[in-house]
């Protein structure tokens, strides 16, 4: 099962200590899981971004055994760290990654927002350590603490989204991942995930947590600057650059809408994301070159 995800190209492969992993087996896995990511040093998965593990949580007995397992890999980049509900639980995870991690590059934590405790608590958690790199939404432990029936809408979900993503803004956390979509089999489950994906790309997250691999081409998809947004950007850059260039404006108009810094800097992470994707900037712009602002 971990060689499989050899074959994967996406941005991040999680492993998980946690939910997947009964009580009895725990030392097996983590003795597989330590000897998969120690075999990484010379055999790196190329497309795969960044190797997490998903430990089990502070407040249980197997958190200590999981870190000492897996921190000290060369083949792991990040910690993910259920249930944070509290500033002290990353502390936790920080000080034995610090005692821990010797010779190999520095490890990121993501932190998985489950509980009403850790909803309230996010600020204090966002700020608890440089090491996190990432906030990431668990609906269903959160319906289950709060008794929220989870619907298609996600509706009764839409005030924790917006305080995971602000909070992930706020502190220049790079990465706010949303909700696992749990039904992914045949057309339906593929609507379903293209229309949480859209939702979620439009509340403001960047990423999203996915179970199975027929998942990552609609996430990756959704998630990347669509051509109609790209080429939007493209040429609110070119003619932004004209506009203050020749006739020192700060504001100027693109098919009838203003143009005005804030609508610039969006147009920048549009092309700047974009990039990252791999996507053709250079063609569009290439394309607009003779655009001139109105």
Avoid at 20 to 25: F, H, I, L, T
Avoid at 156 to 184: K, N, W, Y
Avoid at 264 to 291: F, I, N, P, Y
Wanted: charged share 25%.
């Amino acid at each position: 099962m971990l060689a499989k995800s050899h074959s994967l190209t996406i941005d991040c492969v999680a492993y998980d200590l946690e939910d997947s992993v009964a009580p009895d087996q725990k030392q097996h896995a983590r003795e597989a899981l330590g000897s998969f990511l120690s075999s990484l040093k010379h055999d790196r998965p190329k497309g795969i971004g960044e190797i997490a593990v998903r430990v089990n949580a502070t407040d249980t007995k197997h958190i200590e055994d999981d870190l000492r397992a897996v921190v000290d890999t060369p083949g792991l980049n990040t910690i993910v760290l259920p249930k944070v509900q509290t500033a002290a639980d990353i502390h936790f995870v920080t000080d034995a990654i610090r005692h821990l991690r010797q010779n190999h590059s520095p490890l990121s934590i993501i932190a998985l927002i489950e509980t009403a405790k850790g909803l309230i608590n996010l600020n204090e958690i966002s700020a608890a350590s440089s090491l996190i790199s990432g906030l990431a939404f668990a609906a269903e432990d959160f319906c289950h603490d709060l008794s929220i029936t989870r619907t298609p809408s996600l509706t009764e979900l839409l005030f924790a989204r917006s305080a995971i993503v602000t909070a992930a803004r706020a502190h220049e956390i790079p990465s706010a991942i949303d909700l696992v979509t749990t039904s992914f089999r045949g057309e339906d489950g593929t609507r379903h995930l293209e229309l949480e994906c859209t939702d979620g790309k439009r509340l403001g997250f960047n990423g999203k947590q996915l179970i199975h691999p027929s998942q990552t081409e609609v996430a990756q998809r959704v998630f990347s600057p669509s051509q109609e947004e790209l080429l939007w950007a493209v040429k609110v850059m070119i003619g932004n650059a004209k506009a203050l260039a020749g006739q020192g404006r700060g504001a100027w108009t693109l098919d009838g809408k203003m143009i005005d810094v804030p609508v610039v800097k969006r147009a920048e992470a549009v092309v700047a994301k974009a990039e990252a994707c791999g996507m053709d900037v250079q063609a569009l712009r290439d394309t607009w070159k003779d655009l001139q602002p109105q």
